[in-house]
């Protein structure tokens, strides 16, 4: 362990570790990888499938730690991020780079020796894909950079059935394009109302470079493909009726709040009520659609 | 462990006081890992060996 400043006031405390892992975001990440792992066919013994997820987890804030090492000056600029422990000055930027590599390496090593490599090697790639890719690469170059980053945060299913069945199929490709689709209208329905905050960090979010008409088109094109992504497990067999059901339902009202975003001309963060509710109904729907999944699995197994 | 740089290490009485707070603080919950971690490499060895026996 390494006393990365001699300052009392840069010792990290136990409570900013922990907050530099974003657990909130976490919890998503420990959602899905738990319906990835529920859903696959076939049998995980308790201790290896908590391991499992355990390792997920940590991964998961492995890559936050990264994210939040690497993003200190944007963070500090952005009133929504100004308090976590990196721009706060809680902490010094060493610590959280120690702490996110060494927690990356333990998650993969522990992923690997305890179920099996090639759900380590997604969780490696996935960490990789989150910190570089995302976080260092595209996130400050392209308005495209919530696109390709969705795919980091599209893992943990793939990760959850790949360390039941030891393999990849349709089926988890399938959540991933799910995760990956929905991210965009997620996001950029957040960004649209914190466009100031984005514009000011000087991230270059579609809202902030395209515009918020051009976004807000996106929006519900991407909802479209969302949907189309959520009832093909159902429409290619993989899953029963509940799923179906409730995807159809779901989506018909994540596609009707995007287009109410799409037609929307407001300009003014604080009326945009589109957007907020797309914004809420969209974890919602996430959380949802993967809970069907799960029921389904558990009714029809 | 990075060498305490001599420079910064003349602190108040209250800032070391908080200083050795966080230390004991991070202690403490390093302990309650390792132990968490012993427990749940033994329970992973003892489901490995299990099913390769059976």
Redesign the interface.
């Known amino acids: 362990?390494?006393?990365?400043?001699?300052?009392?006031h840069k010792?990290a405390?136990?409570r900013d570790l922990f907050a530099l892992t974003k657990p909130r975001v976490m919890s998503l990440v420990i959602f899905t990888a738990i319906c990835g792992l529920l859903a696959a066919p076939g049998s995980i013994?308790p201790?290896?499938g908590f391991?499992a997820i355990?390792a997920i987890s940590l991964g998961a804030g492995a890559s936050a730690a990264l994210n939040q090492w690497y993003e200190y000056d944007i963070d500090a600029v952005m009133k929504r991020t100004a308090n976590r422990p990196l721009p706060a000055g809680r902490m010094d930027r060493e610590t959280a780079l120690h702490f996110g590599i060494g927690l990356s390496v333990f998650s993969v090593l522990l992923m690997g020796?305890?179920v099996n490599w090639l759900s380590a090697a997604i969780l490696a790639f996935s960490i990789f894909f989150y910190a570089v890719i995302y976080t260092i690469w595209l996130k400050r170059s392209t308005p495209q950079n919530i696109v390709i980053g969705g795919a980091a945060g599209a893992f943990p299913p793939v990760i959850g059935w790949a360390a039941v069945t030891g393999d990849i199929t349709m089926m988890p490709i399938l959540l991933f394009a799910v995760i990956f689709f929905w991210t965009p209208p997620h996001f950029w329905a957040l960004a649209l109302f914190m466009n100031s905050d984005y514009s000011k960090a000087g991230v270059p979010m579609m809202p902030v470079v395209a515009g918020r008409q051009s976004t807000r088109k996106q929006v519900a094109g991407y909802s479209l493909v969302l949907a189309a992504c959520a009832i093909a497990p159902f429409a290619i067999g993989a899953a029963g009726t509940v799923y179906g059901a409730t995807a159809i339902m779901l989506s018909l009202a994540f596609i009707f709040l995007s287009f109410r975003v799409g037609v929307s001309k407001t300009e003014d963060p604080s009326a945009m009520k589109a957007e907020k509710d797309l914004f809420k109904f969209s974890i919602f729907y996430l959380f949802a659609l993967f809970g069907a999944l799960v029921a389904d699995r558990m009714i029809f197994a | 462990?990075?060498e305490?740089?001599p420079k910064?290490?003349a602190?108040s009485p209250e800032?070391?006081k908080?200083?050795q707070a966080?230390?004991k603080?991070?202690a403490a919950?390093?302990a309650g890992l390792l132990f968490f971690l012993v427990v749940?490499f033994y329970?992973?060895t003892?489901?490995?060996i299990n099913?390769s026996i059976s």
Do not use: G
């Not at chain 1, 362990?1 to 009392?8: L, N, V």
């Open positions: 362990m390494t006393i990365a400043s001699t300052s009392p010792l405390s136990a013994h201790v290896i391991t355990l020796v305890a | 462990m990075s305490i740089d910064n290490t602190m800032e070391q908080a200083y966080k230390q603080q991070r919950i390093m749940l329970l992973i003892f489901v490995k099913s």
